[in-house]
């Protein structure tokens, strides 16, 4: 009899226990490495949504009837603030009226890092037509502030964890020792990530080369890169005539060994860039377009960039 009163007392326990570890709490994520580095702490209780996902640019992105309903139906929404999601900037005090709204630009303790100056990465030549025309054409704006990629920097990734890890559990109390738990893990992970990304990048810190946009500085100066220039002063897929021949001459001058595209966007304007010359070509992308979502999804991502880095290199 001792037996079996025990055994229908334990089961109704360990029911109530799995209960608990379920939250209704609906929380939305603007892009994939913040939807990452959510899910890893959210790990066990539930999965967040995600906003934008496939071959899309958060700089030019537009948002879409399903994206609508997610914000108005949640309680907490993530995103990277207006520098680098203007497409949510309106929306998501509209839309998600009765979330509370968390941009991880305002994340404690965050590195932050100004947008370059200099006409590598950001101004035009003032005394060149082309460039003149283009910034006409283009109408080429950028808020003043600080560049918003701030999580291509795992100790940023840190420091973002655990600001989740308080806002998630003061939000759902009931799980709060789980995303203690998952919070603690996810960190010690980046530390081990940042040492090994430290290692690789160190046998390429000199080697100069180009981007396609100036996406990478937190990258780059957290593992002492050498980038020389973009191609394009803002994030979208045109430049002038005149800022071509000035990376043409880098490439000459620099000796720059490779040149990085990314997926959204076509590879036509570099080829043009690297005509005629013996720069590699490779392939960067900030935001991990065609990794799958999820806890995994941050970690891929900036071990991807750091193939690509290294193996365009190595070509």
């Not at 309903?69 to 309680?75: E, P």
Request: proline share 6%; aromatic share 8%; glycine share 6%.
């Amino acid at each position: 009899m001792k037996t079996g009163i025990c055994f229908i007392i334990v089961i109704p326990l360990l029911w109530f226990n799995l209960a608990m570890a379920a939250s209704d709490l609906k929380v939305v994520v603007s892009i994939k490495p913040f939807h990452s580095l959510v899910s890893t702490v959210m790990q066990g209780v539930s999965e967040p949504a995600l906003l934008l996902n496939g071959n899309n640019s958060p700089h030019t992105y537009s948002l879409r009837p399903s994206a609508a309903v997610k914000l108005q139906n949640a309680d907490l929404v993530f995103w990277g603030g207006e520098n680098l999601e203007g497409f949510l900037a309106k929306a998501i005090h509209s839309l998600a009226a009765g979330a509370r709204v968390v941009s991880f630009e305002d994340t404690p303790g965050l590195i932050l890092r100004p947008f370059r100056s200099g006409k590598e990465w950001q101004k035009l030549d003032p005394e060149s037509e082309n460039d003149q025309d283009h910034l006409k054409k283009q109408e080429i704006h950028r808020l003043p502030g600080n560049d918003p990629h701030i999580w291509l920097d795992p100790l940023n990734a840190q420091k973002i964890t655990q600001n989740l890890v308080q806002i998630l559990s003061e939000f759902d109390p009931e799980n709060a020792q789980t995303y203690h738990s998952n919070g603690k893990k996810t960190i010690l992970r980046l530390s081990d990530l940042n040492i090994q990304l430290e290692t690789k990048m160190s046998s390429v810190s000199s080697k100069s080369y180009i981007v396609f946009h100036d996406a990478y500085q937190y990258f780059e100066k957290r593992y002492q890169l050498n980038p020389i220039a973009s191609v394009t002063v803002s994030s979208g897929p045109s430049t002038s005539v005149g800022r071509l021949i000035d990376i043409r001459k880098k490439i000459k001058n620099k000796n720059v060994l490779c040149i990085f595209t990314e997926p959204q966007f076509s590879p036509k304007l570099v080829q043009t860039v690297i005509s005629g010359t013996a720069v590699k070509k490779g392939i960067l992308d900030p935001i991990g377009t065609s990794i799958s979502p999820g806890p995994e999804m941050y970690f891929t991502l900036l071990n991807n960039i750091s193939h690509s880095i290294s193996n365009c290199f190595k070509k």
